[in-house]
């Protein structure tokens, strides 16, 4: 719980990041370890799960390949989604109502404290404090009073190219998770990062959850679930070229066409109208000056009024987002006098 710049500069703070060289650069320090390319890229190429090229990386988020290799990938039976069902069967327990499929247009501000939310529909719900759940500069921007952080030009993360297949032939050669190398890993990074267009041979994440829950897909089919990074809307449209990359990654992975029953796909548009500024799939990108405390914090300027989620404090990840609502939650607790 950062509360100012002073909470991240204490002596022991600096120690930490001075002993462990924390702020070194990722892909330089993996080269001093490994020589060969591809052991390079096996233990940097994490970083992009946060939509980070390893090359822009802080040696600290070398933490996501030992947590991968080291303590392993969970996964909840019945799917992601039974995490929120969870919270929201835990919250409907404690006499929360929940709205599905209400956008909020604005969040009312009266005094300097929230006041309620005004929904696309024109109904106000009002209310004693408001915790937003939309990315944090698409919050600044466009739901809250003019601010100067709805000015702050934040650098965005990557985007996300998804195919969602169902395929009525088993892929015996597909475990749970697959990483899938460009044949030129660097001029794969140079083509997302730096010039910002789809990757003329990209690397991809295939994922078939039916491995570990055989009821995602009927017997003797796959789910096959397709991740390519692709630029966020400030870079080359992926919608235009997703019919290409669906194409590399049928060669890659070694489908067959009759056999995808079919394809759903989502691109940096589809990020962008959930809420996701710029279509930057993992939210505002993990450089030194959006990590810790210089990250949105989950305090707005206005009073009782918050923020939660991978574009705050501490950052993007299932994981993190739960701290982060950890976070929120002992401020609003803390604030009516209950305990988190
Ligand atoms: C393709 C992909 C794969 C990922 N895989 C993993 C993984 O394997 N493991 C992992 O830990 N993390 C993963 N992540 C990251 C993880 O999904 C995110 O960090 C996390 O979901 C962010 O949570 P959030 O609450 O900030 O935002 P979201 O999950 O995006 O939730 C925000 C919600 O707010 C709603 N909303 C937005 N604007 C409004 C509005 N104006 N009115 C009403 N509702 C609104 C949206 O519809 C959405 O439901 C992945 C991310 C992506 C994109």
């Not at 247009?105 to 005094?111: R, T």
């Not at 597909?174 to 003329?200: C, G, I, M, T, W």
């Not at 993992?282 to 206005?302: D, L």
């Amino acid at each position: 719980q950062y509360n100012g710049l002073g909470d991240l500069f204490t002596p022991y703070q600096v120690g930490l990041l001075l002993r462990h060289r924390l702020l070194g650069n990722l892909w330089k320090g993996v080269g001093r370890y490994v020589r060969d390319p591809r052991l390079r890229m096996l233990f940097s190429f994490q970083t992009m799960y946060l939509g980070l090229s390893p090359k822009d990386a802080l040696w600290v988020y070398g933490v996501l390949t030992y947590m991968e290799s080291g303590e392993g990938v969970w996964y909840p039976r019945g799917g992601m989604h039974r995490l929120p069902e969870a919270i929201a069967r835990i919250a409907q327990e404690e006499g929360a109502r929940i709205y599905l499929n209400h956008r909020v247009e604005e969040v009312l501000i009266e005094d300097g404290r929230a006041a309620g939310v005004r929904l696309e529909s024109g109904e106000v719900l009002k209310a004693d404090g408001v915790i937003i759940n939309t990315d944090a500069p698409t919050a600044y921007r466009e739901l809250l009073p003019a601010t100067p952080y709805a000015h702050r030009n934040f650098k965005n993360s990557c985007s996300a190219l998804m195919f969602y297949i169902g395929y009525t032939e088993p892929l015996p050669h597909q475990l749970h998770h697959n990483v899938y190398f460009s044949r030129d890993f660097e001029a794969n990074l140079r083509e997302l990062f730096e010039e910002k267009r789809v990757p003329s041979d990209p690397s991809f994440y295939t994922c078939l959850s039916n491995r570990t829950d055989p009821v995602d897909a009927p017997p003797n089919c796959e789910n096959l679930y397709v991740l390519v990074p692709v630029p966020n809307l400030t870079g080359e449209d992926a919608r235009a070229a997703a019919p290409r990359v669906l194409e590399t990654v049928i060669q890659r992975v070694g489908l067959k066409r009759e056999a995808m029953q079919f394809v759903e796909t989502l691109t940096p548009h589809e990020w962008q109208a959930m809420g996701l500024w710029q279509g930057a799939a993992f939210g505002i990108a993990h450089t030194f000056f959006q990590s810790t405390a210089f990250r949105p914090s989950v305090q707005t300027p206005f009073r009782n009024c918050y923020l939660v989620g991978a574009s705050t404090q501490p950052g993007n990840g299932i994981p993190m987002t739960l701290i982060s609502a950890e976070l929120v939650a002992e401020r609003v607790l803390g604030k009516w006098g209950r305990k988190a």
